[in-house]
């Protein structure tokens, strides 16, 4: 490459990456100048807003009932997920596209669509309970593309077949191989699958809204209508969290020596979102 | 006797491994095959049962007719714009070294901020450029009116536009730097041993190769702006200016408990959209992995 092309493209590349970083950066610089600002136009910066996120009725509830959602939804998630995956892998490999295009189809079926079809089965539910914790029921749903690629990723990576026969020779059942043999292979599958979980529940509003329940970002848009700030000061602080758990990811996937190092999973979310799993399959190996 | 017990065995360890599957095909029939059956069902049927159109007698109202305009508009213009400016992101990343701390860190920021979105991406905006925001007050106090007639356009269809861009961009980047990676620096080559420029290397290598798996990713762009919900929700408060808004608006009032396959009715054809979108990008990115490998 001559000199004068290489000119070229770097005053391209560093144009693109001012502009483009100002786009992105001012908007979330701007929330947090706005929840640190003061009751009139020349009052000092306070931090009351951040304060007042304990004391706003309400608010505390829907953040533990989020963060509980969270935990239900990865829980249930790698309990039904993880060993259809496994059995299908092992015990059924001609179901196998059918499962997958299963947990590939509410990335074409989008969430308030599907909430029309779903909320008659959540208005029969509330027939047996009110808590909100029923909605992680959905949730799973939604975080079924992201978590099967990430375990998908996981399993591919080790050698199954293998290592369950080496442990069903041994004596081994069906759940100490779940347990003690697949899981501890593939740490950061599972850790990856799950935080992907957390991560969209805590950022879910379509469901929760539409079907009469109070979580997180509901929370914060009914607070948004009274206070501002503080609503914008909660909204700061998941957004902090959110980008907590995706450095939490990135030091979970840096290659280690050792078993770990056989288990390659990356965070891509733009994997899940193609429908062909052939052509993203390759891309992702690369 | 052995060979006659045989098959029979088989049939049973069939048996037995289906029930391995049965919780999660159990699961996801409840919550995903179920609620779609209940969509289409309820759209196509009336309540006698049989087969009708029936309730989609309401999608050519002129408002329904402008909720579905609304919502094309600012999907194609935020999928070709976001399109476009990704590319360019994409671009200068790629071009970057592969494994350097910059195309790691824009990468990782691309995952999160494609699925930015809702009420804190709406909240940013507004604590962004609203009439009370930082760089609002920051224009307006050097001479630049940003609403010059008095028209706050940041909560009507351009202001929604400008806000799918932060999720838009990022996404085309994530899907669209494979493509890009797939570009190798020995064609550049020799196009210039040929006698070929720039201009000749975009125009007949490069953009013909890029171009279906560019239109791919646009097509997806579009049905990401199209599904997206929460976003409009938080921004605007009349109703029923975007698809998704009209559905809000069917399942929360009154009128949509009094028509519940209207609902369903749209919401279907939402579906049928964004399959079609979907099944062409596939097609497209399939064309692009012939020569991406």
């Keep these: 490459m001559n000199r004068s092309r290489r000119i070229k493209l770097q005053v391209f590349r560093i144009t693109v990456f001012v502009v483009l970083g100002a786009f992105f950066l001012v908007p979330v610089g701007a929330m947090f100048e706005f929840s640190t600002r003061g009751n009139s136009i020349n009052a000092p910066r306070t931090l009351e807003a951040w304060t007042q996120i304990a004391t706003t009725p309400g608010l505390g509830d829907a953040i533990v009932a989020s963060l509980e959602l969270a935990a239900i939804t990865s829980i249930l998630m790698l309990v039904l997920v993880l060993p259809t995956m496994v059995w299908v892998r092992l015990r059924l490999p001609r179901i196998s596209r059918i499962v997958e295009f299963i947990c590939l189809m509410p990335l074409t079926v989008p969430a308030i669509a599907l909430v029309v079809g779903v909320k008659p089965i959540f208005i029969w539910i509330s027939n047996f309970t009110d808590s909100i914790l029923v909605l992680s029921l959905g949730y799973v749903i939604l975080v079924l593309p992201y978590s099967y690629r990430a375990l998908d990723a996981g399993l591919s990576a080790i050698d199954l077949k293998t290592l369950s026969e080496a442990a069903r020779s041994l004596g081994a059942g069906w759940g100490t191989v779940m347990w003690r043999v697949v899981v501890p292979n593939m740490p950061s599958a599972i850790l990856n699958a799950c935080l992907l979980s957390v991560a969209l529940v805590l950022g879910e509003y379509t469901f929760a809204n539409l079907m009469n329940y109070e979580n997180l970002q509901v929370a914060i848009a009914y607070v948004g209508l009274t206070s501002a700030g503080t609503s914008i000061a909660v909204a700061v602080a998941s957004l902090i969290f959110a980008f907590a758990l995706l450095l939490i990811l990135s030091f979970v996937r840096r290659p280690r020596t050792g078993v770990a190092a056989a288990d390659p999973v990356e965070l891509d979310l733009s994997k899940p979102l193609a429908l062909s799993g052939a052509v993203y399959g390759r891309v992702g190996n690369r | ?293």
Aim: one cysteine or more; a positive charge; aromatic letters at 12%.
């Design chain 2, 1 to 293: 006797m052995s060979a006659a017990a045989r098959p029979l065995e088989g049939g049973r360890r069939l048996s037995l491994s289906w029930i391995g599957a049965v919780p999660f095909f159990l699961y996801v029939g409840v919550f995903l095959l179920l609620p779609t059956a209940i969509i289409v069902g309820g759209s196509l049927l009336t309540p006698g049962g049989t087969l009708s159109l029936a309730n989609f007698d309401g999608i050519d109202k002129p408002y329904m007719f402008k909720a579905f305009a609304s919502s094309i508009a600012i999907s194609s213009v935020s999928a070709v714009v976001g399109a476009f400016v990704g590319a360019l992101l994409a671009y200068a990343v790629v071009t970057g070294k592969p494994d350097g701390i910059l195309r790691r860190s824009v990468m990782s920021a691309a995952g999160v901020l494609a699925q930015f979105g809702g009420v804190t991406l709406t909240f940013a905006f507004i604590a962004t450029i609203g009439t009370v925001g930082f760089v609002y007050v920051f224009l307006q106090q050097h001479g630049i009116d940003i609403y010059p007639n008095g028209h706050v356009w940041l909560y009507d269809l351009p202001g929604l536009t400008l806000i799918y861009m932060y999720f838009q961009i990022p996404l085309m980047v994530l899907v669209f730097a494979p493509a890009l990676d797939g570009i190798r620096p020995q064609w550049r080559e020799a196009t210039d041993s040929l006698g070929g420029g720039t201009w000749h290397y975009w125009r007949y290598i490069a953009g013909p190769l890029l171009f279906p798996s560019f239109l791919g990713c646009t097509l997806l762009l579009f049905a990401n702006a199209f599904s997206a919900y929460a976003t409009a929700s938080a921004l605007l408060t009349q109703g029923g200016v975007i698809l998704p808004l009209q559905i809000q608006a069917l399942l929360t009032s009154e009128t949509g408990s009094s028509q519940p396959g209207y609902a369903k009715a749209l919401a279907l054809a939402m579906i049928v959209i964004v399959l079609v979108v979907m099944a062409l990008y596939t097609l497209l990115q399939r064309r692009t992995a012939h020569w991406l490998r």
